[in-house]
T-cell receptor, first 112, second 117 residues
């Protein structure tokens, strides 16, 4: 089955700096890679996703890159703000398989 | 669009009792719904996948007789924790995928915190 690893487990950055979270996956058949933000006591919220037919996707301050050869993908948050503080999860899935495999999460703290 | 609700948001019950948690897709039809469990500071663990009108598929190690899942309509799935024990205390989260969409994005509910005393 799929194994998704995520690093780092905790990350603290100064407000305005960039944050990068990295994930690796094991199953080459995976082709859908979403990122979720989870605030305390709430369910995960999809913030961006990428499919295997593209290498990069950007949405305002958030971007995701994918390297299928190396089986890793990364989340980049620029100009971080205190409200970006949360736990971020990466995941991998095979479109049509309906089976999301989650990473272990990264607790991001943005220091004002 | 794509809003998923859960009820209740939190519940406290006594050991030995049963608790039912509802998951609803509010503005779309969901052929498939998922139930996850999350322990403090840990990742989400898939418990089961339910398809409307059929029996749920449980992940290895999840007791189907303890965690009863019913997906009776395209907008509602329920998880019943039977004869709950303190070790069942956890954060339970459901998600749903839109009927007819091929991208299989999962939309998550806000979660239900269960505490068994």
């Amino acid at each position: 089955g799929e194994n998704v690893e995520q690093h780092p487990s905790t990350l603290s950055v100064q407000e305005g700096d960039s944050a990068v979270i990295k994930c690796t996956y094991s199953d080459s058949a995976s082709n859908y890679f979403p990122w979720y933000k989870q605030e305390l006591g709430k369910g995960p919220q999809l913030i961006i996703d990428i499919r295997s037919n593209v290498g990069e996707k950007k949405d305002q301050r958030i971007a995701v890159t994918l390297n299928k050869t190396a089986k890793h993908f990364s989340l980049h948050i620029t100009e971080t703000q205190p409200e970006d503080s949360a736990v971020y999860f990466c995941a991998a899935d095979q479109t049509g398989a309906n089976n999301l495999f989650f990473g272990t999460g990264t607790r991001l703290t943005v220091i004002p | 669009g794509a809003v998923v609700s859960q009820h209740p948001s939190w519940v406290i019950c006594k050991s030995g009792t049963s608790v039912k948690i509802e998951c609803r897709s509010l503005d779309f039809q969901a052929t498939t719904m998922f139930w996850y469990r999350q322990f403090p500071k840990q990742s989400l663990m898939l418990m089961a996948t339910s398809n409307e009108g059929s029996k749920a598929t449980y992940e290895q190690g999840v007791e189907k007789d303890k965690f009863l899942i019913n997906h009776a309509s395209l907008t509602l799935s329920t998880l019943t924790v039977t004869s709950a024990h303190p070790e069942d205390s956890s954060f339970y989260i459901c998600s749903a995928t839109r009927t007819g969409r091929k991208d299989y994005e999962q939309y998550f509910g806000p979660g239900t915190r269960l505490t068994v005393t």
